[in-house]
């Protein structure tokens, strides 16, 4: 019975130290800001009248991507064509919604989501 016993709390032990290894760092930062410079900080509450923008970097390589906005009446706008990203550069897509309500931002590259931000236009 100690030996069943020990040899579970290694085994646990081991899953447990095994899941926190974390996965690798993110290939992607992305997020949305009430302003449209590289100074803006990411805030999930924007001012009606505030510039807003959807924020994205890739931090691995060179990539191309797509991002969306839902807005509260529930439809959706994505940039027309894939948008290339030199990584280690910030960019900045404007959002031009004044529409009250909680607003969705997709952020895609190579057809599959990367990451996704909610914010919510106030006034």
Sequence with gaps: MKKTLTAVLLGTALLVSAGSVS????????YVACGVSEKA???????????KGAFFKSLE???????CV???TKKAICTEEPQEARQGTLYVNKITSN???KH???W????????SFIFRVTG
Excluded at 41 to 51: E, R
Excluded at 61 to 67: I, P, S
Excluded at 108 to 115: A, D, E, I, L, T
Aim: with cysteine; hydrophobic share 25%.
């Design 61 to 67: 390589g060179d990539v191309a991507y797509t991002v």
């Design 41 to 51: 900080k990411p805030s999930h509450s924007c001012p009606k009248k505030s510039k």
């Design 99 to 101: 529409i009250p309500g």
């Design 104 to 106: 969705r931002v997709t």
């Design 70 to 72: 839902r807005f509260p």
């Design 108 to 115: 895609f590259v190579g057809g599959k989501r990367v990451g």
């Design 23 to 30: 996965g690798a760092t993110p290939a992607y930062k992305h």
